[in-house]
Antibody, heavy 121, light 107 residues
């Protein structure tokens, strides 16, 4: 069974750093891209970026370039989303999802349960 | 960037109703269109990919159609468990953008 299990919720102060995780199991972690998706409170879904754990090739959506870092450790089948200095607007639910290619584009077929990040002074 | 616009933003419907949600792309995206369902407090779930292909395990009352710039998600007979928010996503570009969502509420 394919599973993506994310780390628990975090409460942080502005300016603090943070790394949240997403551990995959039940499939070949190194041969599927992993995506990170942001959902701000009461808002829609935003694709932040993707990483290929096999070689750590990473792509960022323009809105998130230089705002976050996406990493992966293939030895433990885990992807990460990292901030060096959090801001209040980073408060959101963050989902990881498996990014699977198809004949017409690609799709997000398995999702983690989400990690709620709250940034407040 | 490819912009995705869904309509309506919300709708009220009754159990058994036929429901249609529309998604329009700012440029042609061929069949590169996915649909997701999200229930409150839960992660999104893939329903339809490549505009009309039903994801494994998804009930057949869900269907998708369209190509180019205009796409439709149809629920043939709305069930109580279908009350949720639905998102389209284009996968024409590598980091596909989502529509703003359509909330389906109980009438």
């Amino acid at each position: 069974e394919v599973q993506l299990v994310q780390s628990g919720g975090e409460v942080k102060k502005p300016g603090e750093s943070l790394k949240i995780s997403c551990k995959g199991s039940g499939y070949s972690f190194t041969t599927h891209w992993i995506a990170w998706v942001r959902q701000m409170p009461g808002k829609g879904l935003e694709l932040m970026g993707i990483i290929y754990p096999g070689d750590s090739d990473t792509r960022y959506s323009p809105s998130f370039e230089d705002q976050v870092t996406i990493l992966a450790d293939k030895s433990i089948s885990t992807a990460y989303l990292q901030w060096s200095s959090l801001k209040a607007p980073d408060t959101a639910m963050y989902y990881c999802a498996r990014h699977t290619p198809a004949s017409y584009g690609d799709f997000l077929d398995y999702w983690g349960q989400g990690t709620l990040v709250t940034v407040s002074s | 960037d490819i912009q995705m616009t869904q309509s309506p933003s919300s709708l009220s419907a009754s159990v058994g109703d036929r429901v249609t949600i529309t998604c329009r792309a700012s440029q042609s995206i061929s069949n590169y269109l996915n649909w997701y369902q999200q229930k409150p407090g839960k992660a999104p779930k893939l329903l339809i990919y490549a505009a009309s292909s039903l994801q494994s395990g998804v009930p057949s009352r869900f269907s998708g159609s369209g190509s180019g710039t205009d796409f439709t998600l149809t629920i043939s007979s709305l069930q109580p468990e279908d009350f949720a928010t639905y998102y389209c996503q284009q996968s024409y570009s590598t980091l596909g953008t989502f529509g703003q969502g359509t909330k389906v509420e109980i009438k």
